[in-house]
Every structure is written in structure tokens, then in C-alpha cells.
Nanobody, 116 residues
Framework: QVQLVESGGGLVQPGGSLRLSCAAS????????MGWYRQAPGKQREPVAT???????NYADSVKGRFTISRDNAKSTVYLQMNSLKPEDTAVYYC??????????WGQGTQVTVSS
């Protein structure tokens, strides 16, 4: 059984920073890709950032230059450093982990609110 546990969400003022973490646990689980999606009220879930097992990252245009994704393969953990946050970044952030032979797993979601 694979589980993803997220942490690090919260309330921050515009221009501030937050760091999200997501740890994957499970026997012999070695994700090929890990990343983050987000869903704002009334909107569809959208991709934010992805990082492959070899370390290559990809970002949505809306977060390029502000967000940085990284991962610790030994810990099966992915991080999202979010800087220069804007009110439009407010959403529930979901992490995911994909292992080709097992499929995709999702975290429970963590709320990020950017407001003054």
C-alpha cells in the first residue's frame, strides 16, 4: 500500500514564501515521477510542477521563476518551494507520485492561502 503525506500549507501574505513537502511510503516504491497539482475554488485541477527520477523539472508557465521543485529519492519525498506568492496561487495543493508498474498515487491535499 502506497501512501503520500503532505505538509507545509498555510496562510501567507502576498510576496511571501511557503515550502510544501510530500513523503511517499510503501514497500519497494520507487516513483518515476513526482509532482504537484493544485485546485482553486470553482476551477479544475491543474499541474504545477513535475520532477522525474533523474531530476529533470517541469513547471507551469504561471509559476516559472517563482516555484522550485526538488526531490530526495532516498526518502521518496518531493518538495515545492514557493516564493513571491500571489493571491492567485491560493488553492488546495495535491502531490502525486507515479510509478509506471503500479500507477499514480495522490496525497490528501494541503491548503495554501495567499492573502493580506
Amino acid at each position: 500500500q502506497v501512501q503520500l503525506v503532505e505538509s507545509g500549507g498555510g496562510l501567507v501574505q502576498p510576496g511571501g514564501s511557503l515550502r510544501l513537502s510530500c513523503a511517499a511510503s510503501g514497500s519497494m516504491f520507487s516513483p518515476d515521477a513526482m509532482g504537484w497539482y493544485r485546485q482553486a475554488p470553482g476551477k479544475q485541477r491543474e499541474p504545477v510542477a513535475t520532477i522525474m527520477s533523474g531530476g529533470r523539472p517541469n513547471y507551469a508557465d504561471s509559476v516559472k521563476g517563482r516555484f522550485t521543485i526538488s526531490r530526495d529519492n532516498a526518502k521518496s519525498t518531493v518538495y515545492l518551494q514557493m516564493n513571491s506568492l500571489k493571491p492567485e496561487d491560493t488553492a488546495v495543493y495535491y502531490c502525486y507520485a507515479l510509478e509506471v508498474r503500479r500507477g499514480t498515487y495522490w496525497g490528501q491535499g494541503t491548503q495554501v492561502t495567499v492573502s493580506s
